[in-house]
């Protein structure tokens, strides 16, 4: 008996087996209906426009800022809603720093400094399940503030949302590194505030979604922000994309790139 012969037929149908199973789980992954999320950021100043972001329907994620007057209240709101909460951290950017506001952390500071403000931050806001930056475009370039940063993230078990407010930002990196959930936004729906604009941005976001799959936005507590989401969340069925929570958007991403590396890794003789 052949036992060479047996044992390669057998390995190659364990690879062919192997290849196909991959192959389904492709193939699931591409007929799935594609996911957004959306955050809505700077919220705790102005109590009129973020109860209209509030009111938004499905589970829209708001990021708040520490220390605002009204960020408890607009915490407690949203939790009660059954809507997910962001710290919406300061952190000091290349310009325009006065904007900042308090709690903000910045690269002066020692370790010491860092984590206690850090870490009073997220001790006054309730409810929170992760962070993201506000501002941000010099201290998210920094690898040694970034890894005080994932350090107390990843003792609270949060996650992290990058909104990649500048090009150089080491945050994903770094939180992959100390095994923080990660995620970076995509697109800005409102860096212009004209109602045309935000619109077409949207559709942007869609187009992202069916494209790779997942796609995050990152907006404002704007009114025609709020009145073109209204709009679009009416009829978000008719665009063939589900919105999600920010963690469920995470895990989608993450299962998607991990099935991609194993695809990647098949090796065949």
Not at 42 to 60: N, W
Not at 146 to 157: A, P
Not at 230 to 244: G, Q, R, T, W
Request: aromatic share 10%; proline share 5%; glycine share 4%.
């Amino acid at each position: 008996m052949n036992f060479g012969y047996i044992r390669d037929k057998y390995k190659y149908f364990f690879i062919f087996f192997i290849s196909c199973l991959f192959s389904f789980n492709s193939y699931s992954e591409i007929k799935e209906k594609p996911y957004i999320a959306i955050i809505i950021d700077d919220l705790g100043y102005k109590p009129k426009e973020d109860m209209l972001a509030l009111s938004l329907p499905g589970p829209i994620t708001y990021a708040i800022l520490p220390h605002s007057p009204y960020a408890n209240k607009i915490s407690e709101i949203a939790f009660k809603n059954k809507k997910q909460i962001l710290l919406h951290q300061p952190m000091q950017a290349l310009t325009n720093n006065d904007l900042l506001g308090p709690g903000a952390l910045t690269l002066s500071m020692t370790k010491k400094e860092f984590s206690k403000i850090l870490k009073h931050n997220i001790n006054s806001l309730p409810n929170i399940i992760g962070i993201n930056n506000h501002m941000g475009s010099l201290l998210t370039r920094h690898p040694g503030h970034m890894k005080w940063l994932m350090d107390i993230i990843s003792k609270y078990d949060y996650i992290y949302v990058d909104s990649l407010t500048g090009p150089n930002s080491v945050a994903g990196k770094i939180a992959k590194q100390n095994g923080v959930p990660f995620i970076s936004r995509d697109i800005f729906l409102d860096n212009q505030k004209d109602k045309n604009h935000i619109n077409k941005k949207i559709f942007e976001l869609v187009n992202i979604a069916k494209k790779q799959g997942t796609a995050l936005a990152i907006c404002h507590p704007y009114n025609n922000t709020i009145e073109a989401l209204s709009n679009f969340l009416k009829d978000i069925n008719k665009h063939d994309v589900k919105l999600v929570g920010i963690k469920s958007l995470i895990k989608k991403r993450t299962r998607k790139n991990s099935l991609i590396t194993k695809n990647a890794n098949l090796v065949f003789p």
